[in-house]
């Protein structure tokens, strides 16, 4: 398969007419079930739209080495507490579980699987084109995230490396490293995880960032989240590209990760200049690896809302809140500012406040 292609979003939509409503949410992931919890309680007519097979979204694509105890800022859903699992169960179950109770639980109306291909405007209304028909719509909550974005860099040489290169979303443990020379490049809490968890079984291991990592202490409480909230909420209001959560909140210290500063394991270098066939290069020194793990990150995956041209010049789709300030019957969470476990719960709710008092306007006109 073709790095960052999706199949699924290739299938030509069926032309069946699947009915009119006044709201589509895409995605199931925390933000779309906030949002659909919140349209449930105003009685709004409404469907959520989920290319997974089964509840969990993002979660479920977690690498199956992660276990509980190494997740943080997991925030419960509205209305239903999470209680707490096992340290040693793994997230891609413990979450999708939770996440699969609460749709029952409140008899949230998900249809899945459901991949979208493209939204287009119909004048006053939207169509969401899928490949299993089409739904028409008064307005669109989008809330896809960025699982099925993964972003891969170019460095030059890239394609004659002889070794293998995969991204964490491929990931699956630590085993397939065992006893090979791997160079990890990234800067985020992804990297150092899963840096700390291959290193025992490798060879021999170099992490590489583009820029100095800067290190956190203390919990990861909600008032903090909300200041992260708060540097990322400017750059979308402005039409920019959202940063990295990494960018604002730095990296955890806590035991472990001090523990793999002092082994050598986090001894952060510099990117390299280039990859050759046998590894990587910074000007005349040569690092020799069997495999590149690109720890990347993700991009916001919004190509099926292309056809409504809401690109600002700043490459950034313009957010006031959660509204696109250019169509204020679209509105993004999980995007920007509410690309967490705490801002998708609150967008979720300003969202849904926030589109029927347009959409009851637009009806009353």
């Known amino acids: 398969m073709i790095r960052g292609s999706h199949p699924e979003k290739d299938r030509r939509p069926l032309s069946v007419d699947l009915g009119v409503t006044d709201v589509v949410v895409i995605g199931a992931g925390q933000a779309g079930l906030s949002a659909s919890y919140f349209l449930r309680r105003r009685n709004v007519d409404h469907v959520v739209l989920d290319a997974n097979d089964a509840p969990g979204g993002a979660w479920l694509h977690r690498w199956p080495s992660l276990r509980m105890r190494t997740v943080h800022g997991i925030h419960e859903l509205p209305g239903m507490p999470f209680e707490q699992p096992s340290p040693d169960e793994r997230a891609n179950e413990a979450i999708p579980s939770y996440f699969a109770r609460y749709e029952q639980l409140f008899d949230l109306p998900v249809i899945r699987p459901v991949n979208v291909t493209q939204v287009v405007d119909d004048g006053a209304l939207l169509k969401v084109e899928t490949t299993d028909g089409v739904w028409t719509t ?36 630590p085993e397939e490293f065992a006893g090979k020379r791997v160079v990890v490049v990234g800067g985020g809490a992804s990297a150092t995880q899963l840096l700390m968890e291959l290193a025992p079984l490798a060879a021999d291991t170099r992490w590489v960032t583009r820029h100095e990592p800067v290190w956190r202490e203390g919990p990861f409480t909600e008032d903090y989240g909300r200041w992260v909230v708060g540097m990322v909420d400017d750059r979308v209001r402005k039409g920019l590209i959202p940063r990295s959560v990494v960018s604002v909140t730095g990296l955890a210290l806590n035991e472990q990760t001090r523990a793999a500063i002092a082994s050598g394991v986090l001894d952060r270098k510099p990117v390299f200049d280039r990859i050759t066939p046998t590894g990587v290069a910074w000007g005349s020194e040569h690092y020799d690896a069997d495999i590149i793990l690109w720890a990347t990150g993700f991009r916001h995956d919004l190509d099926h809302l292309a056809p409504l041209h809401l690109r600002a010049p700043g490459g950034g789709i313009q957010v006031d809140g959660t509204r696109v300030v250019s169509d204020p019957r679209i509105h993004l969470v999980g995007y920007g500012p509410s690309a967490s476990t705490i801002g998708a719960n609150r967008a979720g709710r300003s969202a849904v406040r926030e589109l029927m008092r347009h959409l009851d306007g637009a009806k009353a006109a």
Do not use: K, M, V
């Open 138 to 173: 008064r307005g669109l909550i989008n809330a896809t995230g960025t699982w099925r974005r993964p972003f891969w860099p170019y460095y030059p040489g890239q394609e004659t490396f002889r070794g293998r290169q995969l991204h964490t979303a491929d990931y699956q443990g």
